[in-house]
């Protein structure tokens, strides 16, 4: 039921398929009004909410309006869906029914028949609706695997039709860490700052990759994209971090140099540890930069690191031991991570979920909405002062760097 047990401790799947109903913790806690998808009937909903509830929390049609019904007749006066209550009766949360082998009698008898069916449903989907709905599929099941070969195609066939762009004016692309460790109150974090962070990223045309052992497209270059399919298929279970030599190999892949600016937006939680030499680790970026430099293109880093309560404990173990070396490496690479965004006329913000942050967060946002000229020239001119006091690493490409722009 909504508002029992914590709206944190819901599955990582579970509590995406809520936030794509329109669900937020306040919400869920009866501190604000449930949302407008909880009175809609089944046909009332949009694709994307039909996908999460269908494929996120079990539902079918018949199941789903059924629930609905008897929530209005139970409460004729509708207080369930007031401003401080939220419906008597949440959906159930278990597995896609029909699909993992449990769920409702009704819904599975409704499932199309068989796998075959079912991708077919499936395969009528756009792309980022189908990478999120098979994040809820069964691990190892034939039905994952063949909705995993459908998303491949269909991300392969979009590319291929886009061919390479010549950066002209503004492009945008965004890399989503979905290793391992940015599960749980990590991955939280980052998704409450991804809702916000699109809002801006509608405007100029824009890709979506997420990447762990390997890259995964959730969106192809596009102008407006669905920002609540993206963050149900970012789910943080793709393995490691395969960084700094998949973004050059990304680039080059699909945009040409031209004279626009290609602004790139990396949320992570963490160093590159599965590149080849010499892109792996931290020093990755220095070969990365290096390249894209000597190929002519004009790349504007946006970079936001995640921490969590786990890395203030390991900081205070390394410290209370008398080593202190977490703390200094930890230290060291959120410097080079503000200093490559820095150095390229972007920004950084690191990610905590501190009250004491909300200056910087909101800072950061109106930096990535604002998009001017004027911005990236005074980040540069910041990461000039770090320099100039020390606090700067000194990259040996930055010289090579085209000059900031004007205006």
């Known amino acids: 039921k909504a508002g029992v047990g914590a709206w944190e401790d ?22 604000k009004a449930a949302p407008v998808s909880s009175w809609k009937h089944w046909h009332e909903l949009t694709p994307g909410e ?40 949440a959906p159930p949360t278990k597995a896609p029914a029909g699909l993992a082998g449990t769920g409702s009698d009704v819904a599975s008898r409704e499932a199309p028949a068989g796998a075959v069916g079912q991708l077919l449903s ?13 994040q809820f599929l069964p691990r190892g099941s034939p039905l994952r695997a063949g909705a995993e070969f459908l998303g491949a195609v269909a991300a392969g066939a979009e590319e291929a039709a886009h061919g390479i762009v010549t950066i002209t004016d503004v492009e945008e692309v965004i890399y989503l860490d979905d290793s391992g460790s940015m599960h749980g109150s990590r991955l939280m974090k980052a998704q409450a700052l991804w809702q916000q962070m699109a809002k801006s990223l509608q405007e100029s045309p824009a890709r979506v990759i997420k990447f762990g052992t390997h890259k995964h497209v959730l969106q192809s270059r596009t102008t407006g994209f669905p920002v609540s399919a ?11 971090t395969y960084m700094w030599h998949m973004i050059l190999e990304d680039i080059k892949a699909c945009y040409a140099p031209g004279p626009g600016r290609l602004r790139v937006f990396v949320f992570t939680d963490g160093h590159d540890t599965h590149s080849p030499e010499p892109y792996a680790g931290m020093k990755g970026m220095d070969a990365l930069m290096k390249e894209l430099i000597s190929l002519g293109y004009n790349v504007e880093f946006h970079i936001v690191f995640v921490s969590d309560a786990g890395d203030d404990i390991m900081g205070l173990a390394s410290t209370v031991l008398g080593s202190g070396t977490y ?10 991570y503000q200093d490559l965004a820095l150095a390229t006329g972007g920004g950084f913000f690191h990610l ?39 606090q700067g690493t ?12 004007k205006g």
């Open 394 to 405: 000194n990259f040996d490409w930055y010289k090579a760097l085209p000059p900031p722009p």
């Open 327 to 336: 703390v200094k490496d930890r230290e060291a690479m959120l410097a080079r």
């Open 122 to 134: 499936l395969g009528k989907m756009s792309l980022p609706w189908l990478r999120a709905v098979t």
């Open 352 to 390: 905590t979920g501190a009250s004491s942050e909300e200056d910087a967060r909101e800072a950061f946002l109106e930096r990535i909405d604002s998009g001017s000229r004027s911005d990236v020239a005074a980040a540069r001119r910041e990461y000039e002062r770090r320099l100039e006091s020390g």
């Open 50 to 89: 039909q996908a999460a509830a269908k494929y996120g929390l079990g539902f079918s049609e018949t199941s789903w309006d059924k629930r609905l019904d008897e929530d209005l007749h139970e409460d004729e006066s509708l207080a369930v869906l007031s401003s401080t209550n939220v419906p008597a009766e």
């Open 10 to 31: 819901l599955p990582d799947s579970e509590r995406t398929a809520w936030q794509a109903l329109g669900w937020s913790a306040d919400a869920w806690h009866r501190r």
């Open 230 to 240: 993206i963050s149900l298929g970012w789910n943080a279970q793709s393995g490691a």
